[in-house]
């Protein structure tokens, strides 16, 4: 019982070395999407809302950089997911109208995306590898997962021509 309440207390323990409160302007990450060319490789405004962050008080340690690029990815994911939503709404339209003749769309585009998610981690941990001996390393890796996630955001919607 006493060695439960010791690991209890660990978890609950405050973080010290941590940033906290460390929050990104969800909205400068939207207005970087909508404001991304159809068939641009790299959103111009990505690392934006991030480098806000770290203004911040703790934003500027590495560890405020990296929470900092964490919650701008995790906004970009909510828009991958959402495009993902979306252009597979498309497919799965097509492939009912019977507009897709030789694959269906939909099945297609969700083993692309599971291969991609899987190609996306494996190539930032290769990143993350080739800096472990530094503390930069977590910097870029959490860069790479930023960098990819808003790339791929943007792929999907041009997958619909949008």
């Known amino acids: 019982m006493t060695r439960y309440l010791m690991i209890v207390a660990l978890i609950c323990a405050p973080q010290f070395g941590t940033a906290q409160n460390l929050e990104i302007d969800q909205q400068i990450v939207r207005d970087c999407f909508e404001n991304t060319e159809i068939g641009a490789l790299y959103p111009f405004c990505l690392g934006e809302a991030s480098g806000q962050c770290q203004e911040l008080p703790g934003g500027s340690t590495t560890i405020g950089i990296a929470e900092c690029i964490q919650a701008e990815t995790a906004m970009w994911d909510v828009i991958l997911n959402e495009e993902y939503k ?3 709404m498309a497919n799965e339209t097509a492939d009912e109208k019977g507009l897709s003749q030789v694959m269906d769309r939909s099945d297609a585009l969700r083993d692309a995306q599971r291969a991609w998610i899987a190609f996306r981690d494996a190539d930032c941990t290769a990143r993350y590898a080739m800096w472990q001996d530094g503390t930069i390393r977590t910097i870029v890796g959490a860069n ?11 792929e999907l919607r041009d997958m619909r021509g949008q």
């Open 86 to 88: 979306w252009t597979q």
């Open 144 to 154: 790479c997962h930023l960098t990819m996630t808003a790339q791929r955001a943007i």
